[in-house]
């Protein structure tokens, strides 16, 4: 067919319009290396297992987000570039992007539970102590110990299997708050029961691995913000990496604007007030606080951003750990700390502790310097009396309504505030 186009042409074309026609159709070996239409291929990146820390399952913390990574359905910033790179492994925690649809996408943090050196010196601990080489299979290794071969053979997670753990929420564990944990572990299919019949060996591998690095994780599962609690959602872990919404340090916020530091400071105080005092009938309290512990929403809402620091007192059934049993030691009670670190005493804490700790904290500097002289004069003298313990008072309530009382005609209404607008136009609660 080609010749005989080429062919009639050559009797009806001019010279020029005949040497482009014999060039294009006629000559066999210029159709044949014509480049073809190349599709494009979108830029991708290949998750390394070892970023993930997927390497080290089952001595990891889940896999139930692990498709929304290797989906690209969650992203780190840098992926919106259109070079694609990780950020370094070294970081405790990164800012993402998430989404359902690959349209509308929101922001989440990305955190390890520990840093990659800790963890890293946890994994040569574990195989060390336990199989005396430098390198091992975690798996292997900690399925031989004596606390997990009492967890495969337990119907139940009662407080002996968690003793020792250096964990805060589980120095003074109570029947309750471990069946809410097993009922409640949102790494595997939702059975609704406190057996842990539902639970294959991994799943209790990987359960107990958590709690004994870093219950933070467990906490935002157990206590979901859906039911009022303040944590940020918990959306699921891939290796060694947690998915959770995404909150701004309260760091940010030192400098903010008078009324920006008053709500905040009231909503840090009504965070302190649920802790202890709520329906569940759960006291808990912070061993630790710094500026990364509280967080705040895109909307002005304050969360607790950090909970690996959170003790808890059930004030329903109290402990059910014997001071014998809290000092047990084992490879699971140093993965992170130091194995001779002491235990605080259950019936030390006391109720205004975590204001005296904030006081002491967080609210001179949110705080400090931000008001006229006669208010600022006021919320000075009671910081400082906090920050001391609170002299003689033995309750908490009094002193918060104190503070609240200073703070609350001093912020505003207006759509900075969104977790609140414009419901304060119309209501005195806030």
């Given at each position: 067919?080609?010749?005989?186009?080429?062919?009639?042409?050559?009797?009806?074309?001019?010279?020029?319009?005949?040497?482009?026609?014999?060039?294009?159709?006629?000559?066999?070996s210029?159709?044949?290396?014509?480049?073809?239409?190349?599709?494009?291929?979108?830029?991708?990146?290949?998750?390394?297992?070892?970023?993930?820390?997927?390497?080290?399952?089952?001595?990891?913390?889940?896999?139930?987000?692990?498709?929304?990574?290797?989906k690209?359905?969650?992203?780190f910033?840098?992926?919106?570039?259109?070079?694609?790179?990780?950020?370094?492994?070294?970081?405790?925690?990164?800012?993402?992007?998430?989404?359902?649809?690959?349209?509308?996408?929101?922001?989440?943090?990305?955190?390890?539970?520990?840093?990659?050196?800790?963890?890293?010196?946890?994994?040569?601990?574990?195989?060390?102590?336990l199989?005396?080489?430098?390198?091992?299979?975690?798996?292997?290794?900690?399925?031989?110990?004596?606390?997990?071969?009492?967890w495969?053979?337990?119907?139940?997670?009662?407080?002996?299997?968690?003793?020792?753990?250096?964990?805060?929420?589980?120095?003074?564990?109570s029947?309750?708050?471990?069946?809410?944990?097993?009922?409640?572990?949102?790494?595997?299919p939702?059975?609704?029961?406190?057996?842990?019949?539902?639970l294959?060996?991994?799943?209790?591998?990987?359960?107990?691995?958590?709690?004994?690095?870093?219950?933070?994780?467990?906490?935002?599962?157990?206590?979901?913000?859906?039911?009022?609690?303040?944590?940020?959602?918990?959306?699921?872990?891939?290796?060694?990496?947690?998915?959770?919404?995404?909150?701004?340090?309260?760091?940010?916020?030192?400098?903010?604007a008078?009324?920006?530091?008053a709500?905040?400071?009231?909503?840090?105080?009504?965070?302190?007030?649920?802790?202890?005092?709520?329906?569940?009938?759960?006291?808990?309290?912070?061993?630790?606080?710094?500026?990364?512990?509280?967080?705040?929403?895109?909307?002005?809402?304050?969360?607790?951003?950090?909970?690996?620091?959170?003790?808890?007192?059930?004030?329903?059934?109290?402990?059910?750990?014997?001071?014998?049993?809290?000092?047990?030691?084992?490879?699971?009670?140093?993965?992170?700390?130091?194995?001779?670190?002491a235990?605080?005493?259950?019936?030390?804490?006391?109720?205004?502790?975590?204001?005296?700790?904030?006081?002491?904290?967080?609210?001179?500097?949110?705080?400090?310097?931000?008001?006229?002289?006669?208010?600022?004069?006021?919320?000075?003298?009671?910081?400082?009396?906090?920050?001391?313990?609170?002299?003689?008072?033995?309750?908490?309530?009094?002193?918060?309504?104190?503070?609240?009382?200073?703070?609350?005609?001093?912020?505003?209404?207006?759509?900075?505030?969104?977790?609140?607008?414009?419901?304060?136009?119309?209501?005195?609660?806030?």
């Amino acid at each position: 067919m080609g010749h005989w186009i080429c062919c009639l042409w050559s009797r009806v074309a001019d010279p020029l319009m005949l040497l482009l026609v014999l060039t294009l159709s006629c000559n066999p070996s210029t159709a044949a290396t014509a480049s073809p239409s190349v599709p494009h291929i979108k830029p991708s990146y290949s998750f390394g297992r070892t970023f993930l820390g997927l390497d080290k399952c089952n001595a990891c913390i889940g896999t139930s987000i692990c498709k929304k990574f290797f989906k690209e359905e969650i992203r780190f910033d840098t992926w919106l570039s259109s070079h694609l790179k990780l950020p370094p492994s070294s970081l405790l925690s990164y800012s993402g992007n998430y989404t359902d649809d690959a349209k509308s996408w929101r922001l989440v943090d990305i955190t390890r539970l520990t840093s990659k050196y800790q963890h890293d010196r946890a994994d040569k601990r574990i195989c060390t102590s336990l199989l005396k080489t430098k390198t091992c299979s975690l798996e292997r290794a900690l399925r031989r110990t004596q606390r997990f071969q009492k967890w495969l053979r337990a119907k139940r997670l009662t407080p002996d299997l968690v003793q020792g753990l250096s964990s805060p929420m589980l120095r003074c564990p109570s029947q309750r708050l471990l069946d809410r944990i097993v009922r409640r572990y949102a790494e595997v299919p939702d059975a609704g029961s406190i057996y842990m019949d539902h639970l294959t060996d991994r799943d209790k591998l990987r359960l107990l691995y958590t709690l004994a690095v870093n219950s933070h994780p467990i906490l935002l599962q157990i206590f979901p913000d859906v039911e009022g609690w303040p944590f940020p959602r918990y959306l699921g872990s891939c290796g060694r990496l947690v998915v959770s919404a995404s909150t701004r340090p309260l760091r940010d916020f030192y400098g903010a604007a008078p009324e920006v530091a008053a709500d905040l400071a009231l909503q840090l105080l009504a965070v302190l007030r649920s802790m202890g005092s709520n329906d569940l009938n759960y006291f808990f309290y912070f061993t630790h606080v710094d500026a990364g512990t509280f967080g705040v929403f895109s909307n002005g809402h304050l969360f607790i951003r950090d909970a690996s620091t959170l003790g808890i007192i059930d004030k329903e059934e109290g402990s059910q750990l014997i001071d014998g049993q809290q000092e047990y030691k084992d490879i699971f009670s140093c993965l992170t700390v130091d194995c001779q670190a002491a235990f605080v005493s259950c019936d030390s804490i006391s109720e205004k502790h975590s204001l005296v700790m904030v006081c002491q904290e967080l609210l001179p500097k949110l705080l400090v310097g931000k008001f006229s002289p006669p208010v600022q004069e006021r919320i000075d003298a009671f910081l400082q009396r906090c920050a001391h313990g609170l002299g003689e008072e033995s309750g908490v309530s009094e002193p918060m309504a104190e503070l609240v009382a200073i703070l609350r005609p001093l912020r505003s209404c207006d759509s900075r505030f969104a977790y609140r607008y414009p419901d304060c136009r119309y209501s005195d609660k806030y």
